[in-house]
């Protein structure tokens, strides 16, 4: 009987790993993108860790995400500072305690290229919208549906010295499993990085 039990265990454990490469082989980037389309909206909650050169500790951030079709994103930061960036089409509308006030300012998303181009790469993956991340993005593909990963590095060359550092993710990195999102990475063309570890809420 411990014979058998023994055989049973090492045959699952030989041909375990050839049925995990088949299903990895059959989800494709084209698989994630129509599983991601067919989310209406997505939520969870943050901790973010803002990396720069120039700090010696990262700086934390918590708070929660909101995403909505066709365009909707909304970022709300609980600490350090009680905040709300909500993104809507073209618009951004800023919210925070000013004073004890609420001041809520209206901007056009134009005016803000590096928060164009990272808006535009992040609603595009909610959206599973792949003619347009490729339109603005080289597209890299890696994983399976419990544990995909996407590389989004930014196509945009800068010819005018004066706008060169407008724009400057260089990459994104969005990992998650099946049609949900674990974390983001936001790199800059200087190298520093912004981490956001994402959870259910």
Do not use: C
Request: charged share 25%; aromatic share 8%; glycine share 6%.
């Amino acid at each position: 009987m411990r014979l058998l039990i023994l055989i049973n265990f090492l045959l699952a454990a030989l041909f375990a790993p050839v049925w995990v490469l088949a299903a990895a082989d059959n989800f494709t980037l084209d698989s994630l993108m129509k599983l991601l389309a067919s989310k209406q909206e997505s939520s969870g909650k943050f901790i973010e860790l803002r990396y720069n050169s120039l700090l010696k500790n990262p700086v934390r951030i918590t708070g929660n995400l909101f995403y909505k079709k066709p365009g909707l994103l909304i970022k709300e930061n609980l600490t350090p500072v009680a905040e709300t960036l909500k993104i809507n089409g073209d618009s951004i509308e800023y919210t925070r305690l000013e004073n004890g006030k609420k001041i809520t300012r209206t901007l056009a998303i134009e005016d803000f290229p590096f928060l164009k181009t990272m808006t535009l790469g992040l609603r595009a993956t909610f959206a599973g919208d792949l003619n347009s991340l490729k339109n603005h993005y080289k597209v890299t593909f890696t994983g399976n549906r419990p544990g995909w990963r996407l590389v989004l590095a930014s196509n945009v060359v800068e010819t005018d010295p004066d706008k060169l550092f407008d724009n400057i993710v260089g990459k994104l990195v969005i990992s998650g499993s099946g049609d949900n999102f674990k974390k983001i990475e936001i790199f800059d063309q200087e190298n520093d990085r912004t981490v956001i570890n994402i959870s259910p809420l």
